[in-house]
């Protein structure tokens, strides 16, 4: 096996999407630059550019799941691995509706300037800006709809060049057909980012958490949920993970 380790923007380098100015996808963008290198200068490695598994955790999973929806990937890779993680993406409308304006308000108060965002601007945000924006954003997603959404951590959106149909559509019909796929999922992954809750809260908050991540994104005004279409036992399980931490910790305590 050659491996091959990609870097792609993170944050909101790479997750802040501008719909209005032509800025979308940027990290998804990198993933497919990086698969491309492959397919032009793997073999100098000794690897096989026919034959080439792309792998992710996580946010990496994530990315992984939506390349199989990609028109422009689909020459670039020939079998995927899925670990932790699911398509999670908005669309290209309803995020510039309902993002878009957080990420303009919080690049105006990290640059102090009033008038109205342009692409110069954009591109000539230095990395300092950039994190002090990211500490600024405000998610109106959560504030005012009460949705659990992070917006700038790991979603693509769909609805343009890259991404230009809704993912879980694009896979139905057939993006990714006669490409073997792995799904694997991590126990307890999520014990560290949720251990400060408590367990009385946590197994609160856990069904409301699981429902929207087996559901991706978890946008239920936007993508109305079907938890008819899960598999049998999925929600109970999800919960399980969630709060295994809380478990373990009581067992080993006298």
Request: proline share 5%; hydrophobic share 45%; aromatic share 6%.
């Amino acid at each position: 096996v050659v491996s091959v380790s990609i870097n792609y923007r993170q944050n909101m380098h790479g997750f802040a999407h501008f719909p209005s100015l032509g800025v979308t996808n940027l990290a998804l963008r990198d993933m497919l630059g990086a698969l491309q290198w492959v397919q032009d200068e793997i073999r100098t490695f000794g690897g096989d550019a026919s034959n080439v598994t792309i792998y992710g955790e996580s946010a990496g999973g994530v990315g992984v799941a939506t390349l199989l929806a990609c028109p422009g990937a689909r020459m670039l890779f020939h079998k995927a691995i899925v670990q932790s993680g699911a398509i999670s993406a908005l669309s290209r409308l309803d995020y510039r509706e309902h993002v878009e304006p957080d990420y303009v308000t919080a690049i105006a108060k990290a640059t102090g300037c009033r008038e109205e965002l342009t692409r110069s601007a954009l591109d000539g945000l230095d990395g300092e800006k950039v994190a002090f924006a990211a500490g600024a954003l405000s998610n109106s997603l959560l504030k005012t709809h009460h949705i659990l959404c992070s917006p700038p951590d790991y979603h693509h959106i769909f609805g343009d060049d890259v991404l230009p149909r809704e993912p879980h559509q694009a896979i139905a019909a057939g993006s990714a057909a006669g490409k073997p796929v792995m799904l694997i999922s991590t126990a307890s992954e999520s014990d560290i980012m949720v251990m400060g809750m408590g367990k009385r809260i946590m197994s609160w908050v856990a069904p409301f958490v699981a429902r929207f991540a087996l559901r991706g994104v978890g946008c239920s005004f936007l993508t109305p949920p079907d938890e008819a279409g899960l598999p049998s036992g999925a929600l109970r399980s999800a919960v399980a993970d969630l709060t295994a931490g809380f478990d373990a910790i009581d067992t080993r305590q006298p």
